[in-house]
């Protein structure tokens, strides 16, 4: 059983089409995020959702839209995409804001690619 | 912005030795502190959280300094499967819970 599932697990592109991330969790936590790890490894939030609310909005471009229909589920929508968009997008979840102690759960991650 | 830094390695390690890494943190309004492992092209995994008396867990053990400001890792009896990125992670209590990551340290154990 995977904990935390998000697809497509690779995706590649050309600038300007506006592509989607699917999350799904099943472990019951009720806070979801968005990280974003370019290529020098850095690790970046984007977004957080506790119970399905905003909660975390990080300084990300507007093309980047969240949605989350339900506390297990949260989406990422990119519009217009830039080759600066390339990244591995990783979807998280928690119990809590704070990890619960028990910190985040990875899913294995969006390697997008924009030509 | 506050940051988490790491020095980025790469150790390289002999099977069996000792290694540790420290990781410094510049918000003092963090309160959670965790260690994740990443292995090449795979998602972090969590290694152990931090503990203000220090915890181990088998051969890691993760210490925390308020004072100076940083937490460290210590891993004893290296293995060859230890070979990955090691990261840490300071979350501020209260707030906005964004959570800092450090970029990594990486780690090489060899036969």
């Known amino acids: 059983d995977t904990a935390v599932s998000q697809t497509p697990k690779y995706l590649v592109t050309q600038m300007g089409n506006d592509k989607s991330i699917k999350c799904e969790q099943n472990l019951g936590h009720d806070t979801m995020y968005w990280y974003k790890q370019d290529s020098k490894k850095f690790l970046k939030i984007m977004f957080s959702?506790?119970?399905?609310?905003?909660?975390i909005n990080e300084t990300v471009p507007n093309r980047f839209s969240p949605k989350s229909p339900d506390k297990a589920h949260l989406n990422l929508h990119i519009n217009s995409l830039e080759l600066g968009d390339s990244a591995v997008y990783f979807c998280a979840s928690s119990q809590g804001l704070s990890g619960g102690g028990h910190g985040y759960t990875f899913g294995s991650g969006t390697r997008l690619t924009v030509v | 912005r506050k940051e988490v830094e790491q020095d980025p390695g790469p150790f390289n390690v002999p099977e069996g030795a000792t290694v540790a890494f420290n990781c410094t943190y510049s918000?003092?309004?963090?309160?959670?502190f965790f260690w994740y492992r990443q292995d090449c092209r795979k998602e972090p995994k969590l290694l152990m959280s931090?503990?203000?008396s220090g915890n181990e867990d088998g051969r890691f053990t993760a210490q925390l300094n308020r004072a100076s400001q940083y937490i460290s890792l210590l891993i004893r009896d290296s293995k060859l499967s230890d070979s990955a990125t090691y990261l840490c992670v300071a979350l501020p209590s209260g707030g906005s819970y964004i959570p800092t990551f450090g970029r990594g340290t990486s780690l090489i154990v060899h036969p």
């Open positions: 931090v503990y203000s």
């Open positions: 918000n003092s309004a963090s309160q959670s």
């Open positions: 959702y506790n119970n399905k609310e905003l909660i």
